[in-house]
């Protein structure tokens, strides 16, 4: 009876722990880690391009900040075409360029924050 019962302990522990057709989790373990490793690398790669004293600002904050920008551009065009078109008066030309020039300075800060990374200072 030692024999059948050796041969069954035997058969047992020879039998595959899962089901056919099925990864195995030793195999999922270690792809998992792959993949880690596989991050920690790009992300090193990454860090890498950022220049000392910079950080990248993150999509949610660009993309908010792109928002409030374009927002800024279309009340500042809007403010531009209440002038007339011709403008003779001291007072209104200063105001008139003022506005061209801070009309000029959001549309290039549209053109910087519509990069697909942004690097900004570290926060003192």
């Known amino acids: ?3 059948a019962s050796a041969a069954a302990a ?3 522990s020879a039998a595959p722990k899962h089901s056919a057709g099925e990864v195995p989790r030793y195999l999922k373990e270690r792809q998992a880690e792959w993949a880690a490793v596989e991050a920690a690398k790009r992300k090193a790669e990454e860090d890498k ?3 000392p004293g910079m950080r990248v600002m993150p999509d949610a904050e660009r993309t908010d900040m792109l ?3 374009r927002e800024g551009i279309a009340e500042a065009k ?3 075409s ?3 078109l011709v403008t003779t008066v001291p007072s209104q030309l200063r105001k008139k360029t003022e506005l061209e020039g801070k009309l000029a ?3 290039e800060a549209v053109h910087v924050f519509s990069r697909e990374r942004v690097f900004v200072k570290l926060d003192a």
């Open 1 to 3: 009876m030692s024999g």
């Open 10 to 12: 035997a058969a047992a």
């Open 49 to 51: 391009d950022i220049p």
């Open 67 to 69: 928002a409030m920008l």
């Open 78 to 80: 809007e403010e531009l």
């Open 82 to 84: 209440k002038f007339r």
């Open 105 to 107: 300075k959001m549309e």
